[in-house]
């Protein structure tokens, strides 16, 4: 009888355990994202228009406080930018292998959806423009701290330019699940292939 | 503000390593007597707040889980062991039980987030992590004559095979995936 009340208790020990593994986690949020890959007038790759849609939880979270304003909002836009910069605006891009360096945002625009979720606009520019003819580019959004989950919802969401959807082809989207600290996200790698 | 001391309170308590940490030093300290109580919450308090607060300057980017478990498996069989401990060897366990626990409820960096939010949310797992053991160590601290301690000691085992069985689980992830 004891063996079995014991069995019992370690059953119900390891078992109230592995939920509490399982929901265990800190503060974890989503953005949508879109993006428009922008050339000069030399046709080369000089930047990227990037959309964000943050979640109505973290945005309430950032918001808490703030004055929502459009004066306050763009103050918000501007404390966004300033973390992400320290961050490479959670941008790994890399054309046939090579990182290619990003330049500081200085074009932006922020506002709520109807969800009360915070959209965020910037244009993200490389340090020095690209010819990107002949070679494939490889676009990673990813949080290193992996608090964000940062997703395309679709390729619908990555638009070329006129001259690079020319000499390029269709944007690819691949997902690959990564076990962060708490829990598990998916980090999104966009591939296009120009010629 | 106050969701996010709220969140910084829940946290050791939904993260097992943390609570079978917490819980095993309170087993522990309570075991040893009224005399080890003060300075190792003033110790725990300390080693949790130093930690969560270095977190907001520079953070580990190491899985403490397995040093979690690991520590609460050995203070567990510290308390069924019931030896007398002199107070330095204490004082190192709350110490270092303090700094994984504080490293390990680092602050999330949400690019944007402004004013007192993350402190209300340190200062919540900081209060709540010193709370848990201070909560155990007095139970512990009745219970430690009972049956001749024999309870204190029960507990203490469920403890070590609690951490051992999360540690087994944790380093078989995947391949039970």
Not at chain 1, 101 to 107: I, T
Request: proline share 3%; aromatic share 6%.
């Amino acid at each position: 009888m004891m063996k079995i009340y014991r069995l019992f208790c370690g059953l119900a020990l390891s078992g109230l355990l592995c939920i509490g593994t399982a929901s265990a986690g800190g503060v974890h949020y989503t953005i949508s994202a879109s993006t428009h890959f922008y050339t000069d007038q030399a046709g080369q790759l000089a930047g990227m228009h990037m959309n964000w849609v943050y979640d109505p939880e973290v945005s309430a979270f950032i918001l808490d406080g703030r004055d929502t304003s459009a004066a306050g909002l763009a103050q918000v836009a501007e404390d966004i930018l300033a973390d992400l910069d320290e961050l490479n605006y959670f941008t790994a891009l890399s054309i046939a292998g090579a990182p290619v360096s990003l330049s500081q945002v200085s074009e932006y625009s922020i506002k709520l959806t109807d969800q009360q979720g915070l959209q965020l606009g910037f244009q993200l520019p490389l340090a020095q423009a690209v010819a990107v003819d002949g070679k494939t580019f490889e676009l990673v959004l990813s949080d290193p701290d992996a608090t964000a989950d940062i997703n395309y919802n679709g390729v619908e969401r990555l638009r070329l330019a006129e001259s690079l959807a020319e000499q390029c082809a269709a944007p690819t989207l691949q997902g690959r699940s990564v076990a962060a600290a708490e829990h598990e996200l998916t980090v999104q790698t966009v591939t296009i292939a120009c010629e | 503000m106050m969701e996010f001391f709220i969140q910084g309170v829940l946290h050791p308590l939904l993260m097992p390593a943390h609570l079978l940490l917490l819980l095993a030093l309170g087993l522990l300290v309570g075991q040893q007597g009224v005399g080890a109580l003060k300075p190792l919450c003033a110790v725990l308090l300390l080693s949790v707040l130093l930690a969560c607060v270095s977190t907001l300057h520079w953070r580990l980017r190491l899985d403490l889980e397995v040093a979690l478990l690991v520590c609460a498996m050995v203070t567990g069989v510290l308390a069924v062991l019931r030896l007398e401990l002199p107070r330095w060897p204490l004082i190192l366990l709350g110490i270092l039980a303090g700094v994984l626990v504080g490293l390990d409820s680092a602050a999330p960096r949400i690019p944007g987030l402004r004013g007192h939010k993350i402190h209300m949310l340190l200062a919540g797992t900081v209060l709540s992590s010193t709370l848990i053991m201070l909560i155990c160590a007095l139970l512990a601290l009745m219970l430690r004559h009972l049956l001749e301690g024999i309870v204190i000691r029960v507990l203490g085992a469920w403890i070590a095979a609690g951490a051992i069985l999360v540690l087994a689980l944790y380093l078989l992830r995947d391949r039970l995936a």
